[in-house]
């Protein structure tokens, strides 16, 4: 199975900062790799979607890049509304698999 | 609008049966790929099934299989998943999800609370 860990797991900034998650796969998966977010109470939203692009209605601030390993989800400037829980799941390989998440938490 | 609505969640005895549904409306069903996805309380997200477009293929959690099964019924837009032999640790909210481009999910119903206890 492909193992996703996400670091930090813990993320304290405040609104108007810059956000930078990172999910790293124990092998290559191309650029198969979604970025979610998920509010308390809520099911998870879809971000970003093969690795770097933005799924519909998400605002340009959101940003992925990456590929094999190494993956990187960008908040260019913090909203309130931005504050949540961030997963990544990798697209490609059986089982489908998801990072445990950082949590963007108000400094 | 798509819409997704998972229903059949409940308490139930370790070893016991549910099934749960999804009702889904906004767009071809047909089309998509469907999924479940579980989450314990407090706890990350975990695949559990996927169902190709046409039912004709499946994928399964190895720590599920044998005991959970998705199918669906596209006359219907039905989404389900039948649970058997339950366990304690298969307590979570279980989320059907809709296929996007490839195998991730662009919509998620609001999900349906499983709890397994005695």
């Known amino acids: 199975d492909i193992v996703l860990t996400q670091s930090p797991a813990t993320l304290s900034l405040s609104p108007g900062e810059r956000a930078t998650l990172s999910c790293r796969a124990s092998?290559?998966?191309?650029?198969?790799l979604a970025w979610y977010q998920q509010k308390p109470g809520q099911p998870p939203r879809l971000l970003i979607y093969?690795?770097?692009n933005r799924a519909t209605g998400i605002p340009a601030r959101f940003s992925g890049s990456g590929s094999g390993t190494d993956f990187t989800l960008t908040i260019s400037s913090l909203e309130p509304e931005d504050f949540a829980v961030y997963f990544c799941?990798?697209?490609?390989?059986?089982?489908?698999?998801f990072g445990g998440g950082t949590r963007v938490e108000i400094k | 609008d798509v819409r997704l609505l998972e229903s059949g969640g409940g308490l139930v005895q370790p070893g016991g049966s549910l099934r749960l549904s999804c009702a889904v409306s906004?767009?071809?069903?047909?089309?998509?790929?469907m999924t479940w996805v579980r989450q314990a309380p407090g706890k990350g997200l975990e695949w559990v099934s996927t169902?190709?477009?046409?039912?004709?293929?499946?994928y399964t959690a190895d720590s599920v299989k044998g005991r959970l099964a998705i199918s669906r019924d596209n006359s219907k837009n039905m989404l389900y998943l039948q649970m058997n032999d339950l366990r304690v640790d298969d307590t979570a909210i279980y989320y059907c999800?809709?296929?996007?481009?490839?195998?991730?999910?662009?919509?998620w119903g609001q999900g349906t609370l499983v709890t397994v206890s005695s």
């Open positions: 999800a809709k296929g996007h481009i490839g195998w991730d999910f662009d919509s």
């Open positions: 906004g767009f071809v069903f047909n089309n998509y790929a």
């Open positions: 169902v190709t477009s046409s039912g004709s293929h499946t």
């Open positions: 092998q290559s998966i191309s650029s198969y």
């Open positions: 093969d690795a770097s």
């Open positions: 799941q990798q697209c490609t390989n059986w089982p489908l698999t």
